[in-house]
């Protein structure tokens, strides 16, 4: 048992840190309570659980009762880093088991507030963010859905952290990425997409919160610097969790300016092959026709012989291929995963499931088009992200109909020909997005609130939408 750690030295704090390991927040704080009482404490006893409110939206908390019970530190809101003299911030944060027994972080990481106005003036390596973020004492929790409170959750990991070089070189890019929107006095556009593992998440107390920034007069979003959920999820099963599996990396052993720079250039210079060419080139099996056959040729392109990319996991990357036919449009609507009407209705658009996915997600599109020969020959790529006006007006329009539909009642009504209709938002209601079916067949189904069934639905991204939005390099004839 080590009584207590120096607190100019991080492996001192780590190695003091590891303690909390397989206790729960609850025992943290008997354990507080018997050294400053002296009394010892069974599961019977009445002692002074905490003074700090706890509730399911207070997560603060808990990482105060770390602070506080254990590390014997008052909780401040100061700039610094908590263990200043050694340069170490402390982070307490969940993470879940999922069904196939695997590990995920269940939120992004929190690392500091965005200044709009003094962030602009700062270097990566002189900001306050990089200086609170480059060694973190990691403390997970395993978040169960069951527990009925949160100082029963119990403490899993305890380790520092410090991002390897590779990632710190992106991680710069991003934040050279969120200061130059901000300099472009575009802060109230800012939007996760934007970048790879440094986010720009809202961090607000209400979705009607707004501050001023430098270089425009449109009052924006207040923002916290924060590691992404993928990024944290990358991290927890390949430092922190023993034994994890890790992924093939698309930069080894050098250095790049620009990551997507990188990977598009890899990709372009295959400009002009054909589909059946790359197959053959990389010696991919078509005989089984695989779905994901132009996401197997990518990952290929960029030379990972698997069908995960590290870069891709970090940054919740999202491999999309594109068809232009000879008429120069896509065919294909962009669907994205089902929703379950009863939880859909139970959300707000600030955290809904559908606008964090596109919040969150970076798309690499690899476009190809049908030549004269109607053979599909590859285009080039690029990356996307939603732009934060067509989120916040279009698509945030057809989700609020949406859920608006299956709270009043889903009216559904059958033709003379058999068919199934409904009153959801249809392609010609809106230039973004749309809901359409999206199950195996009428018989895969959700619950409605009213307790019928219906055909399983999802969101979609027009096919014309996502035509207007490739670059124009990328639809011409070669």
């Not at 939408?465 to 670059?471: D, F, G, L, R």
Request: aromatic share 12%; with cysteine; net charge neutral.
């Amino acid at each position: 048992m080590i009584n207590d750690y120096d607190k100019k030295n991080p492996s001192s704090i780590e190695a003091y840190a590891k303690q909390l390991i397989g206790k729960t927040f609850r025992d943290v704080v008997r354990e507080y309570e018997e050294r400053s009482s002296g009394i010892l404490f069974d599961e019977h006893s009445t002692y002074n659980v905490t003074s700090i409110p706890l509730n399911h939206r207070n997560k603060g908390g808990l990482g105060q009762i770390i602070e506080e019970k254990f590390f014997n530190y008052a909780c401040n809101s100061e700039s610094r880093a908590d263990f200043y003299e050694a340069g170490v911030e402390l982070k307490v944060t969940p993470y879940k088991k999922n069904r196939n027994g695997s590990l995920s972080a269940k939120e992004r990481l929190v690392l500091s507030m965005i200044d709009y106005f003094s962030v602009v003036d700062e270097s990566f390596e002189t900001s306050h963010f990089w200086n609170k973020s480059k060694l973190i004492l990691l403390v997970y929790y395993l978040y169960q859905k069951e527990v009925e409170s949160n100082l029963d959750y119990r403490i899993e990991y305890a380790s520092l952290f410090t991002p390897p070089k590779q990632d710190v070189d992106i991680i710069r890019h991003d934040f050279e990425v969120i200061v130059e929107k901000i300099k472009a006095g575009k802060a109230h556009e800012l939007s996760e997409g934007d970048t790879l593992y440094l986010g720009a998440a809202p961090k607000a107390t209400s979705s009607e919160d707004r501050r001023k920034q430098p270089f425009s007069e449109e009052l924006a979003k207040p923002r916290a610097f924060t590691f992404k959920t993928s990024y944290m999820t990358y991290i927890l099963n390949t430092y922190i969790a023993p034994g994890k599996e890790t992924y093939e990396s698309i930069i080894t052993n050098q250095s790049v300016d620009s990551f997507e720079d990188y990977v598009v250039k890899q990709i372009n210079q295959y400009r002009g092959y054909t589909l059946e060419e790359l197959c053959a080139l990389f010696q991919v099996n078509t005989s089984k026709k695989p779905k994901n056959l132009e996401a197997i040729i990518a990952y290929r392109m960029l030379g990972i012989k698997g069908n995960h990319a590290e870069e891709f996991v970090k940054a919740n990357i999202v491999i999309k291929s594109i068809r232009i036919g000879r008429n120069n449009r896509i065919k294909e609507h962009m669907s994205f995963p089902n929703f379950k009407f009863v939880e859909l209705i139970q959300e707000v658009w600030e955290n809904s499931t559908f606008g964090n996915y596109l919040r969150e997600t970076r798309f690499l599109f690899v476009v190809y088009k049908f030549n004269k020969d109607d053979v599909l020959e590859l285009m080039g790529a690029q990356f996307w992200n939603i732009p934060y006006a067509d989120l916040e007006g279009d698509v945030k329009k057809v989700w609020q109909k949406t859920k608006e539909v299956i709270q009043n009642g889903l009216i559904i009504t059958i033709d003379k020909h058999g068919k199934s209709h409904n009153n959801l938002p249809k392609q010609s209601e809106n230039k973004v997005s749309h809901v359409r079916p999206h199950g195996q067949n009428a018989a895969d189904t959700y619950m409605l609130p009213d307790g019928r069934y219906y055909t399983k639905q999802c969101f979609w991204l027009k096919n014309k939408y996502i035509y207007s939005q490739i670059k124009d390099d990328l639809k011409r004839d070669l």
